[in-house]
């Protein structure tokens, strides 16, 4: 049976609610696909027509927040205030996070989130007046990933002590110097 596509969205979308109001409450682990769809007050079949299980589920909520704060903005925001965007979507849904954090034997947030934070910084190494060679491109890419990621896990589980824009800042000054050290060495190497 195939649905209209905006039906589809919109059920997705109210079944990824359901599932992110019950991990404000508990671990992901004690969560079942009866649960969710007993919160979103759906059938338990109409979860199998969108998702294989809770896990596709889980990526399926990482692959479109981080589409909305990142991927739908980089043609037209600076890096530094998707990077503010981020932080403080993740703020707002800080608990959410932090329990899926804890998931780590398949769909790892960690590393989804350093996907798309390597996407994001290849595309601001590569927007600098004198990028790097390719391969120079992707390990500065993977290294800003890693930290951003290491830094923003370590945030989440302290319980975000310091504001959205205190990290923003923090982490934009960090990067915004390296990325002018390593623009000037690739100058001087050309």
């Given at each position: 049976?195939?649905?209209?596509?905006?039906?589809?969205?919109?059920?997705?979308?109210?079944?990824?609610?359901?599932?992110?109001?019950?991990?404000?409450?508990?671990?992901?682990?004690?969560?079942?696909?009866?649960?969710?769809?007993?919160?979103?007050?759906?059938?338990?079949?109409?979860?199998?027509?969108?998702?294989?299980?809770?896990?596709?589920?889980?990526?399926?909520?990482?692959?479109?927040?981080?589409?909305?704060?990142?991927?739908?903005?980089?043609?037209?925001?600076?890096?530094?205030?998707?990077?503010?965007?981020?932080f403080h979507y993740f703020y707002h849904h800080q608990i959410f996070y932090k329990n899926a954090l804890s998931v780590t034997e398949q769909n790892d947030f960690g590393d989804y989130l350093f996907h798309e934070l390597h996407g994001l910084f290849i595309y601001v190494i590569k927007d600098l007046s004198h990028p790097p060679t390719s391969?120079?491109?992707?390990?500065?890419?993977?290294?800003?990933?890693?930290?951003?990621?290491?830094?923003?896990?370590?945030?989440?589980?302290?319980?975000?002590?310091?504001?959205?824009?205190?990290?923003?800042?923090?982490?934009?000054?960090?990067?915004?110097?390296?990325?002018?050290?390593?623009?000037?060495?690739?100058?001087?190497?050309?």
């Open positions: 049976r195939v649905m209209p596509m905006t039906t589809s969205i919109i059920t997705q979308k109210m079944i990824a609610q359901a599932l992110k109001e019950l991990m404000n409450q508990k671990t992901f682990q004690k969560i079942s696909v009866s649960d969710i769809m007993k919160q979103c007050d759906m059938r338990r079949q109409t979860f199998y027509y969108h998702f294989q299980d809770k896990y596709e589920l889980l990526a399926w909520i990482y692959q479109s927040d981080t589409k909305e704060q990142i991927a739908d903005f980089l043609d037209y925001e600076r890096w530094d205030t998707i990077l503010y965007q981020l391969d120079q491109l992707d390990y500065q890419a993977t290294f800003f990933a890693h930290g951003f990621v290491g830094m923003t896990k370590d945030w989440l589980l302290k319980g975000c002590p310091t504001s959205p824009e205190v990290m923003r800042d923090v982490v934009y000054g960090l990067l915004d110097e390296q990325l002018k050290i390593s623009s000037h060495e690739s100058e001087e190497q050309q």
